[in-house]
């Protein structure tokens, strides 16, 4: 599954004014929505580069603050808990294209959140028009999470009615009890049907705790980032921006919102300052990372659901006592790069990787100035949750 080949990483430079020569943009986007300038200009400071809500009377906006916007339109989308209706939607769509599709904020389409795999095949008729009038642009459709069984069948079915240029779905695993290994397992399969559809795919990650799910920390943050971009992951959302219940999908009031990057009245949290730290390391990765092709990931300690732990063809062999994941890629150079994640959410580990075929040299890219450095294993610390990407020459 190669990074770079993804329409949407093309897409959003070009409306933005980048050239091919200039440096790639990871797709952050805040699974929310925004309905004044302040809100946009935090999300725009915070690194956010994409929002999954807006009404059409805000794409000017969005493209004043540098954010990509997937388009939402009750004509299109209907309701959230009814069966979408593929006709109503075929019919309305074209307008909506012809009237906001030249904007330059205008990144996809809003189809359907966490549908019903019966509603694919109405599904499949969206798809059609804004692949079809739309070309380029994302025809929106994020999954529900593996809740028990079949979700391979799932995705396969899912790709094969709707033809979807991208995969994405949610996984929020800060819990009560700690950090959900369904996270892993969830992703080891979504990574498997993107790799055997040849499609990125996207992860959406808790920002905000409401219900259940615990106060968050910075480890929290990074772990659930690196961790999605060890598997390969070709964009990130994060649900939620604000502290506040998502109106515009006539969702209920779900209460409880807490501690996202701003509050309940727009004011920013420690949790805005952990995630901007975070999205600014990403986009300083995402030149070398956007140019590499998933082959593997595993884990050092326990084994969550799905996954499984080095091998023979594995570039690591063995690292230092603690919990570990590692993604093995290729970069399109033909180089072999491993990203190595601290999966502690409590300890700093050192990283000190033993691989399989001794390199003559290893680098990694720093997250804080974006530069190949040489990697002096013997001084190299993880914090908890954090990541390396690192570059092997091998013999």
Same mark, same amino acid.
């Given at each position: 599954?190669?990074?770079?080949?993804?329409?949407?990483?093309?897409?959003?430079?070009?409306?933005?004014?980048?050239?091919?020569?200039?440096?790639?943009?990871?797709?952050?986007?805040?699974?929310?929505?925004?309905?004044?300038?302040?809100?946009?200009?935090?999300? !725009?400071?915070?690194?956010?580069?994409?929002?999954?809500? *807006? =009404?059409? $009377?805000? @794409?000017? +906006?969005?493209?004043?603050?540098? /954010?990509?916007?997937?388009?939402?339109?009750?004509?299109?989308?209907?309701?959230?808990?009814?069966?979408?209706?593929?006709? !109503?939607?075929?019919?309305?769509?074209?307008?909506?294209? *012809? =009237?906001? $599709?030249? @904007?330059? +904020?205008?990144?996809?389409?809003? /189809?359907?959140?966490?549908?019903?795999?019966?509603?694919?095949?109405?599904?499949?008729?969206?798809?059609?028009?804004?692949?079809?009038?739309?070309?380029?642009?994302?025809?929106?459709?994020?999954?529900?999470?593996?809740?028990?069984?079949?979700?391979?069948?799932?995705?396969?079915?899912?790709?094969?009615?709707?033809?979807?240029?991208?995969?994405?779905?949610?996984?929020?695993?800060?819990?009560?009890?700690?950090?959900?290994?369904?996270?892993?397992?969830?992703?080891?399969?979504?990574?498997?049907?993107?790799?055997?559809?040849?499609?990125?795919?996207?992860?959406?990650?808790?920002?905000?705790?409401?219900?259940?799910?615990?106060?968050?920390?910075?480890?929290?943050?990074?772990?659930?980032?690196?961790?999605?971009?060890?598997?390969?992951?070709?964009?990130?959302?994060?649900?939620?921006?604000?502290?506040?219940?998502?109106?515009?999908?006539?969702?209920?009031?779900?209460?409880?919102?807490?501690?996202?990057?701003?509050?309940?009245?727009?004011?920013?949290?420690?949790?805005?300052?952990?995630?901007?730290?975070?999205?600014?390391?990403?986009?300083?990765?995402?030149?070398?990372?956007?140019?590499?092709?998933?082959?593997?990931?595993?884990?050092?300690?326990?084994?969550?659901?799905?996954?499984?732990?080095?091998?023979?063809?594995?570039?690591?062999?063995?690292?230092?006592?603690?919990?570990?994941?590692?993604?093995?890629?290729?970069?399109?150079?033909?180089?072999?790069?491993?990203?190595?994640?601290?999966?502690?959410?409590?300890?700093?580990?050192?990283?000190?990787?033993?691989?399989?075929?001794?390199?003559?040299?290893?680098?990694?890219?720093?997250?804080?100035?974006?530069?190949?450095?040489?990697?002096?294993?013997?001084?190299?610390?993880?914090?908890?949750?954090?990541?390396?990407?690192?570059?092997?020459?091998?013999?």
């Amino acid at each position: 599954m190669t990074l770079r080949n993804f329409f949407l990483v093309s897409s959003f430079l070009c409306a933005f004014g980048a050239t091919a020569g200039e440096t790639p943009v990871f797709p952050l986007m805040a699974w929310d929505y925004a309905s004044d300038e302040a809100t946009l200009q935090s999300m !725009h400071d915070c690194g956010i580069n994409v929002i999954a809500f *807006a =009404r059409t $009377n805000m @794409l000017e +906006a969005c493209a004043r603050h540098g /954010i990509g916007a997937i388009v939402y339109d009750d004509s299109v989308v209907g309701g959230r808990d009814g069966i979408f209706d593929g006709d !109503h939607a075929r019919t309305n769509l074209p307008a909506l294209i *012809a =009237r906001v $599709n030249n @904007l330059p +904020a205008v990144y996809g389409y809003h /189809i359907k959140d966490e549908p019903d795999p019966r509603e694919f095949p109405e599904l499949a008729k969206a798809v059609a028009v804004v692949k079809q009038l739309a070309p380029g642009k994302w025809p929106y459709i994020n999954l529900l999470p593996d809740v028990g069984g079949s979700y391979d069948k799932i995705l396969d079915d899912f790709v094969a009615t709707c033809s979807p240029t991208a995969l994405s779905y949610d996984r929020y695993c800060v819990v009560d009890s700690g950090f959900d290994t369904a996270f892993w397992g969830n992703l080891f399969e979504m990574r498997a049907a993107a790799v055997r559809h040849q499609l990125p795919f996207w992860n959406i990650v808790l920002t905000s705790p409401h219900w259940y799910f615990r106060e968050l920390t910075p480890a929290d943050i990074r772990l659930q980032i690196w961790g999605s971009l060890a598997y390969g992951a070709s964009g990130l959302s994060f649900y939620k921006f604000v502290s506040r219940e998502l109106s515009e999908i006539k969702a209920f009031d779900l209460g409880n919102f807490r501690d996202g990057p701003l509050d309940q009245f727009g004011e920013k949290t420690p949790t805005w300052d952990w995630l901007h730290n975070s999205l600014r390391q990403v986009q300083n990765i995402a030149p070398f990372y956007l140019k590499l092709h998933s082959d593997d990931v595993y884990h050092f300690g326990p084994l969550p659901p799905h996954n499984h732990g080095p091998s023979e063809t594995t570039l690591v062999k063995s690292l230092p006592d603690g919990e570990w994941v590692v993604g093995d890629f290729t970069h399109e150079d033909g180089s072999r790069w491993v990203m190595i994640v601290n999966r502690s959410l409590s300890h700093s580990r050192p990283c000190t990787p033993e691989f399989n075929i001794k390199p003559s040299s290893v680098e990694y890219v720093s997250p804080i100035t974006g530069e190949l450095k040489p990697y002096f294993m013997e001084y190299y610390w993880l914090a908890p949750g954090q990541a390396v990407l690192l570059k092997l020459t091998l013999k």
